[in-house]
């Protein structure tokens, strides 16, 4: 009988050491990890408890735009991160109705909870716009709970604006 001579057999890796070699999809390698420091350690997934737990913001800025057909509120952080925020539309007027000091109030007011149970307290009032809900904006912030610090009017006023039209021949 012939003797069979065999290929000598090629080594063949285990599966553990294979898995270990490679890392894995989502883990970054160490280069990155240097690299990304700060930005994977927020990447990593949130308990439910920190989930739950939310950001106490004591003081902010309200920004109240009045115009002549809508009033609009937004109440930001100092920073400008926007919390809560409402406007006649979305109070549920329409037409007309929008540009009233009552849609203002009812605008004001709805904002305002909304940032009091995020944890505010005080607030900077930031004012633009001629319009009605204005004024009665600024009072209901200011009946809602919150501290009222600085009540800032920012409309702005033209100085001397643009030409005027060529004057009417009669």
Not at 82 to 110: C, D, H, I, M, N
Not at 129 to 151: Q, T
């Amino acid at each position: 009988m012939a003797e069979e001579t065999k290929a000598p057999e090629a080594p063949v890796a285990e599966p553990e050491t294979a898995e270990k070699a490679a890392p894995a999809a989502n883990e970054p390698s160490e280069a990155m990890k240097i690299v990304m420091g700060d930005v994977l350690q927020a990447q990593a997934p949130v308990s439910e408890d920190a989930k739950k737990r939310r950001k106490s913001i004591p003081a902010g800025v309200a920004h109240i735009n009045a115009s002549f057909n809508n009033t609009q509120c937004c109440i930001t952080d100092v920073r400008g991160n926007v919390l809560a925020w409402s406007s006649a539309g979305k109070a549920g007027f329409k037409g007309s109705r929008k540009s009233t000091a009552f849609a203002g109030t009812l605008v004001a007011q709805e904002c305002a909870k909304a940032a009091i149970a995020k944890g505010m307290h005080e607030v900077e009032i930031l004012v633009q716009g001629v319009g009605s809900g204005r004024e009665s904006a600024i009072r209901a912030i200011a009946n809602s709970g919150m501290a009222v610090s600085v009540i800032r009017d920012i409309t702005p006023v033209p100085h001397n604006g643009c030409r005027q039209r060529k004057r009417r021949r009669v």
